[in-house]
């Protein structure tokens, strides 16, 4: 096992190795603790939806997260999990409904008024609609915030440029030759951790995961955790969806569970279980049969 480009452990007995185990040895810990939730603090109500409507989902979604709040969204496939983001953040248009960010009603119908809204989005499909693969890993973190840094309304701000790029791959561990490195030669975690950065560069009230860690490794993973878990301590509400139900269990402060388009029931992290989830998410007998 190799970890970061050096040697980590060796396995001679291949009956003592399974996933649990590789885990471990890639992280550096349990797989148990390899979510590393913890109980925290949370604020005001920060995001509120009210019988919102949008294509692919089926029945009006009312629900809210408050300020450090960590709400997972489950479902299988076709559950209405990734149209929801997608309307929220203008993607697609929200047909009906209302959504408040702190208190304010906000009208989003194209990814622009969301940002100013300060809510931010990393999309399910990173390499199709989160990235810009043929430019730089600076371009792409620097892209949405370079407006507010433009020198005399026409100059790009090349200093803070650089010196907001490397802030983030530092503090991020972002694995980069350098910032001036193709964002599409790296790998898909270093590629979301570029995301991250993009909206860390905004003045971030809600952020919307989509499949956050989707095709990404283990240990990255981990540290994506712990971003997310950085980003709720600071009063960020987190709205994240994911198909890996114990990861849902793992990082979220509660799942709302999704099926066929509608919110089917809410789970806390204290008592949450894949049972209780799955059985949730199921479609119903009556409903599979017709």
Same mark, same amino acid.
């Given at each position: *096992?190799f970890?970061?480009?050096?040697?980590?452990?060796?396995?001679?007995?291949?009956?003592?190795?399974?996933?649990?185990?590789?885990v471990q040895a890639? *992280?550096?810990?349990?797989?148990?603790?390899?979510y590393?939730?913890?109980? #925290? @603090?949370y604020?005001a109500? =920060?995001? =509120?939806?009210?019988q919102v409507?949008?294509p692919?989902?089926?029945?009006?979604?009312?629900?809210?997260? =408050?300020s450090?709040e960590i !709400?997972?969204?489950?479902?299988?496939?076709?559950?209405?999990? &990734?149209e929801l983001?997608?309307?929220?953040?203008?993607?697609t =248009?929200?047909?009906g409904?209302?959504?408040w960010?702190?208190?304010?009603?906000? /009208?989003?119908t194209k990814?622009?008024?969301?940002?100013s809204?300060g809510?931010?989005?990393?999309?399910?499909?990173?390499?199709?609609e989160?990235?810009?693969?043929?430019?730089s890993?600076r371009d792409?973190? /620097?892209? &949405?915030?370079?407006?507010?840094h433009?020198?005399g309304?026409c100059v790009i701000?090349n200093?803070?440029e650089?010196?907001?790029?490397e802030?983030h791959?530092?503090?991020?561990n972002?694995?980069?030759?350098?910032a001036?490195?193709?964002?599409?030669?790296l &790998?898909g975690g270093?590629?979301?951790?570029?995301?991250?950065?993009r909206?860390?560069?905004?003045?971030?009230k809600v952020?919307?995961?989509d499949e956050?860690? #989707?095709?990404?490794?283990?240990g990255?993973k981990?540290e994506i955790?712990?971003v997310i878990?950085?980003?709720a301590a600071?009063g960020v509400?987190?709205l994240?969806a994911?198909s890996d139900?114990? @990861? *849902?269990?793992?990082v979220a402060?509660r799942? !709302?569970?999704?099926?066929?388009?509608?919110?089917?029931?809410e789970l806390?992290?204290?008592?949450? /279980?894949?049972?209780q989830?799955l059985?949730?998410?199921m479609?119903k007998? &009556?409903?599979?049969?017709?």
């Amino acid at each position: *096992v190799f970890k970061d480009g050096r040697f980590v452990r060796t396995f001679t007995d291949m009956q003592q190795v399974n996933h649990e185990v590789l885990v471990q040895a890639m *992280v550096g810990r349990d797989i148990g603790d390899i979510y590393g939730w913890q109980p #925290r @603090e949370y604020g005001a109500e =920060r995001l =509120r939806l009210e019988q919102v409507q949008a294509p692919g989902v089926r029945t009006p979604i009312s629900l809210s997260v =408050r300020s450090g709040e960590i !709400v997972g969204l489950f479902g299988l496939v076709g559950a209405g999990r &990734s149209e929801l983001m997608k309307g929220l953040f203008g993607g697609t =248009r929200i047909t009906g409904g209302q959504v408040w960010i702190d208190g304010e009603p906000v /009208n989003i119908t194209k990814p622009a008024q969301a940002i100013s809204a300060g809510m931010m989005l990393c999309p399910e499909d990173r390499k199709a609609e989160g990235i810009i693969p043929v430019h730089s890993v600076r371009d792409n973190i /620097n892209i &949405s915030a370079r407006r507010k840094h433009i020198l005399g309304g026409c100059v790009i701000n090349n200093r803070w440029e650089v010196q907001n790029a490397e802030h983030h791959i530092q503090s991020l561990n972002i694995k980069t030759p350098g910032a001036e490195q193709l964002i599409m030669n790296l &790998s898909g975690g270093n590629q979301q951790k570029a995301i991250l950065g993009r909206w860390l560069s905004e003045e971030m009230k809600v952020i919307l995961l989509d499949e956050p860690t #989707r095709g990404i490794d283990v240990g990255a993973k981990h540290e994506i955790y712990n971003v997310i878990y950085a980003l709720a301590a600071s009063g960020v509400a987190v709205l994240f969806a994911s198909s890996d139900l114990p @990861e *849902v269990i793992g990082v979220a402060d509660r799942i !709302v569970v999704m099926r066929e388009g509608e919110i089917a029931g809410e789970l806390l992290h204290e008592n949450a /279980n894949e049972q209780q989830a799955l059985s949730l998410a199921m479609p119903k007998v &009556s409903q599979a049969v017709a």
